[in-house]
């Protein structure tokens, strides 16, 4: 199975591949992911990959919590293709396909990106 997460953040749209076990995310260095978002916690999130080859989310205790498809994760849940998750102002799309080279990308398209909201912006001091 391919697993990829697509960011929209404020730093714009990319693409990760997801290979597990683990993938944490958060505003501290010492993460996979850095967040650089003051309602990220240092370590907000990790992503792993369980024996069954299910992708679980895990909110790490963040203060702001972590969102499945608009919904807070109370603790952890199941990811399936396509679920949006929002940790700050960050959307992370979770995309999979069938597939086995670890060396393959998954393409994305504006479809799968089009139910995202953009992250809020905040103002320009002025």
């Known amino acids: 199975m391919l697993r990829n997460l697509v960011f929209l953040d404020p730093a714009g749209v990319w693409q990760l591949p997801f290979e597990g076990p683990t993938l944490t995310l958060g505003r501290d260095d010492g993460n996979d992911v850095k967040l650089e978002d003051l309602q990220v916690s240092r370590r907000h999130a990790a992503l792993q990959l369980r024996d069954d080859g299910a992708v679980w989310v895990v909110d790490l205790d963040s203060r ?16 399936v293709h396509r679920d949006v998750l929002a940790i700050g102002q ?3 799309r979770f995309l999979e396909t ?8 998954l393409s994305f398209s504006w479809p799968d990106l089009a139910d995202m909201q953009p992250p809020r912006m905040a103002a320009a001091p002025r």
């Open 90 to 92: 960050a959307k992370i």
């Open 64 to 79: 702001n919590g972590v969102f499945r498809n608009g919904i807070r994760v109370p603790g952890s849940s199941p990811l």
């Open 98 to 105: 069938a597939g086995h080279s670890s060396h393959a990308q």
